[in-house]
C-alpha cells in the first residue's frame, strides 16, 4: 500500500517525507490555492522534496485545454502526475495524454461506471473521493471495494487511488479492500503512527529507565 500526502504545504511535505515512508503527493486547486506561490514554482518545489508521483490539476473545461496544460505540466519534472477531471471533455484528454505516455490521475470520481471509464481511457490513477461521498450519506468505502473488484476482474493496469480520505478508519478498510494507495491530509498522516498505549508505554519505560544504576 503506497502512502501520498494530499496537500501542496513545503512544511507538512518536509515533515512526512523525513519519515521514508511517503510515496507521492496529490495536490488540487485549492490546496495550491492556500501556498501563496504560483503553481509551476509550488510543484517544482514539492518535486525536489518527494521521489514519487505528484499530481497536478489542469483547470481548463474542454479537452484541448487539458491536453496543452497536461503536456506543459508533465514536462516540468518527470514526476508530475497530470490530473483531469472524470467529465467526457477529460476523458477525452486523458486518452489523448496517455497515448503520448503522460501519465494521468482521473480525478473526481464518484461511481464504478465513472472509474471503469477513466481505466479504459487508460488513467495511471483514478481517484475515488471517500469523505465526499460519506459527507452525503453514501458509502465511499462500499466504492473502493467495487472498484477494486471490477479493476481486478479485468486486469485493469489503472491503480486505484483512495482519495478524500478523513481518517485512519478510511486507510485501514482500504488496505483490507486491496486499493493500491491513499492519499491523506498530514493530520490522517500523523493519527495512523499514534496510539495512548505507545505513548504511556514510552513514559514508563524512560521513567523506570531511570532507576537503573549506572557505572560510576
Ligand atoms: C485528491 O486528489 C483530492 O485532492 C483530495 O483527496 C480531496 O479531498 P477533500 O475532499 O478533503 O477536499
Redesign the pocket.
Known amino acids: 500500500m503506497k502512502f501520498f500526502l494530499?496537500t501542496a504545504n513545503i512544511e507538512e511535505i518536509r515533515d512526512a517525507a523525513s519519515t521514508g515512508i511517503l510515496d507521492g503527493i496529490?495536490?488540487?486547486p485549492?490546496?495550491i490555492s492556500k501556498e501563496g506561490n504560483t503553481f509551476e514554482d509550488q510543484l517544482l518545489k514539492i518535486c525536489s522534496m518527494v521521489n514519487g508521483p505528484v499530481?497536478a490539476?489542469t483547470v481548463s473545461r474542454d479537452a484541448a485545454g487539458m491536453v496543452d496544460e497536461g503536456r506543459h505540466l508533465a514536462k516540468l519534472h518527470p514526476n508530475i502526475v497530470v490530473?483531469c477531471p472524470m467529465t467526457k471533455e477529460g476523458l477525452r484528454a486523458t486518452k489523448i495524454l496517455t497515448e503520448e505516455r503522460i501519465r494521468v490521475?482521473v480525478?473526481l470520481v464518484f461511481s464504478a461506471p465513472q472509474a471503469i471509464m477513466a481505466a479504459k481511457a487508460g488513467a495511471y490513477f483514478v481517484?475515488p473521493?471517500v469523505?465526499?461521498l460519506d459527507d452525503i450519506g453514501e458509502s465511499g468505502m462500499d466504492l473502493i471495494e467495487t472498484i477494486v473488484t471490477i479493476f481486478n476482474n479485468y486486469e485493469f493496469k489503472t491503480e486505484v487511488?483512495v482519495?478524500?480520505?478523513?481518517n485512519p478508519i478510511h486507510v485501514v478498510q482500504a488496505g483490507l479492500m486491496g486499493a493500491d494507495i491513499c492519499?491523506?491530509?498530514a493530520k490522517v498522516f500523523d493519527q495512523l503512527l499514534k496510539h495512548p498505549l505507545t505513548d504511556k508505554g514510552v513514559e514508563q519505560f524512560l521513567k523506570d529507565w531511570e532507576k537503573v544504576p549506572v557505572i560510576k
Do not use: C, Q, V, W
Open positions: 494530499d496529490t495536490t488540487n485549492t490546496l499530481s490539476e490530473k490521475n480525478t481517484s473521493f469523505g465526499r487511488l482519495a478524500s480520505i478523513r492519499t491523506m491530509p
